[in-house]
Every structure is written in C-alpha cells, then in structure tokens.
C-alpha cells in the first residue's frame, strides 16, 4: 500500500489495526507490508517440484513400467500427483498466510506491529511515536540493493525494546516517513503540552 506523505485531506487509508485507539485528529501515515523476494523462492521450489513429478507421472513411468497398460501406469500417476499438488497448495497457503500475515501500521501517533507467528497464532505490539527512540535501515547485499528490500528497526529508550521487520520494501524511504512523523508528533506535543503522554508499546498474543 502507498504511503501517505502528508498529513493533506486526502482520503484515510483504509487498512485493518487491530490495536486501533485512534484520537481525533490522527491519521494512517501507511502500512508496511513484506516484499515479495522472501516467499517468491518458496513459490517457485513448490512448482518446480510438481513439474517434475508432473513429468515422471505422465511421460517417464508410462515408459518406464512397459508390463503394465499405460492407461493404469497414468491413472496410478495421475493420483499421485493430485495427492501431491493438494499437498503442495496446502503448504503454500500455510507460508503465504504467514508471510503476508506480517506488516507494520504507521501512524501520527504510533507503530503497530503484526507478528504473524502461526496460522491460527499472532501477536501485535504497539510503540508510541513519543517513545521511538531511533529508526534504522538495513540492505546489505547486492540482491537487497538491486531489489530495494531489507530491515527497518524501530528501539525505545529500553534496550529490549525494539521493533525489527525484515524483507520491507524500500526501507530508508519508510524510515524517512517515520522520522517525519515523529518530529511531527512532538512538534504537536510541544504545542499542546496538556494532551495525555504516550504509554509504552505492548505486546498481546492473540488468534489468528
């Protein structure tokens, strides 16, 4: 999803926060979703196998196993090879779902972090702007630097807290767009000393 990159009267984003406490006023700046380069590989180690299998099933054990009638040979193979592409699509819909399961919602007031940690299993923490501390991006390597991926990391104050999402897309541009919106929140802040003070982020574990 687009990023916002002002707080203008264009239209919210519309985007599912599962720790939404949203104020008056506050605004969805984006949501970090993981690029695909990490699950791509998976996608393509499931298909490859089926195509081989697709290959022995129908092509090489009709002529492998000559003592038997090549309409039983095939419909033998044909049987396996559905029970492996269920199999198969299965595992994918597990991977994808866990993947894709994770993001980060960014917005003028705080991160919300998407563990996906299982199919049925996630957790969500949230860290308030007024508590980032620092924001860092990560791409090494030249696959990240040529497919515009790595690690963003969000830390407080406290050593162990600390939020980290890997394979985000474009991480120096999201990490620009949350340094934006910190100075921003504490501009506000500073402009109206009496609003309420931030809380520390949390993590809940929840089902999925």
């Known amino acids: ?3 916002q990159d ?4 264009s239209a919210p984003l519309a985007v599912n926060n599962p720790l939404s406490t949203m104020r008056p006023g506050e605004q969805i700046i984006c949501e970090i979703k993981r690029h695909p380069i ?3 590989g998976m996608y393509g180690a499931v298909g490859l196998l089926l195509f081989i299998m697709a290959v022995v099933a129908f092509i090489i054990a009709p002529n492998v196993f000559t003592s038997y009638s090549s309409g039983q ?4 193979g044909g049987l396996i090879f559905v029970v492996a592409a269920i199999i198969g ?4 819909f597990i991977v994808h779902t866990i993947y894709w399961g994770n993001s980060w919602i960014v917005t003028s007031d705080s991160i919300t972090q998407i563990k996906r940690i299982g199919l049925f299993d996630k957790q969500t923490s949230q860290l308030s702007l007024g508590n980032l501390e620092d924001i860092t991006a990560e791409q090494n390597g030249v696959l990240a630097q040529m497919l515009h991926f790595g690690v963003i990391s969000a830390e407080t104050a406290a050593a ?11 991480p120096t541009y999201y990490a620009q767009q949350i340094l934006a919106a910190r100075e921003r929140f504490e501009q506000e802040h500073h402009q109206n000393p009496e609003m309420p003070a931030p809380t520390p982020g949390t993590g809940l574990p929840e089902p999925g």
């Not at 040979?73 to 033998?76: E, G, L």
């Not at 807290?161 to 474009?170: A, S, V």
């Open 6 to 9: 002002s707080y203008g009267p």
């Open 38 to 40: 990490g699950i791509i």
């Open 160 to 170: 162990t807290d600390k939020f980290t999402f890997i394979y985000c897309p474009n």
């Open 89 to 92: 699509i299965g595992f994918l």
């Open 73 to 76: 040979v095939m419909m033998a």
């Open 1 to 3: 999803m687009n990023p």
